[in-house]
């Protein structure tokens, strides 16, 4: 009987962690590794989500969440996590988004005025038809970004990395470019003249 019950285990004695042979551990009993290993595989597959319900604050974990049309005015979401976020149409005016983790975040037709975007990452985020006037982009990372038909009249691009960035048909009116000492001139529409 007891071989019989062991027979079937037994072939789990193939399984190895790292170099070594699960069954030749001899402070790993053979019941507790036979019932154990299906249940850690079984949580080790499982995804980890973003807090997407967290109320906003610093550092929040909003990867991949939506906040489309919310008003999240002053907000304080400095150095969160909000990578692949969508905030299409949403109201984050006089929000703080500085230190903050944004890349591939959507920002379309959003209210950012006079929102702090300083040292954020923003790679490939979307601000298009966004309202950034008056925001401070000091310091951040805007490669590859779009703000095709974004307001960006009296902007702070100071330092901020700009190769790559799609910049058609923006309104750069006022606004401080990377150099930190140029100020664009009136009607400066996709580039800074």
Known sequence: MRASR?????????????RTNLCAMPWLPFRTFAVFLPLTLCFASQPV????????????????????????????????NLRDASFTR????????AHAHAFGAKFLSARMAKTRFDDAKLEEADFTKGDLSGASLRGADLRRAHFFRANLRGADLTGARVVGADLLNADLSGATWTDGA???AEGSNGRCD
């Not at 909003?62 to 969160?80: E, H, I, K, P």
């Open 49 to 80: 989500f973003a807090a997407c319900s967290d109320a906003a604050g610093p550092n929040v974990d909003w990867q991949r969440c939506y906040f489309d049309a919310q008003d999240l005015r002053g907000a304080d979401l400095s150095g969160g």
């Open 6 to 18: 062991r027979g079937p285990l037994k072939s789990l004695c193939g399984l190895r962690l790292g």
């Open 90 to 97: 949403a109201d984050l005016s006089g929000a703080s988004l």
């Open 182 to 184: 140029k100020i664009c």
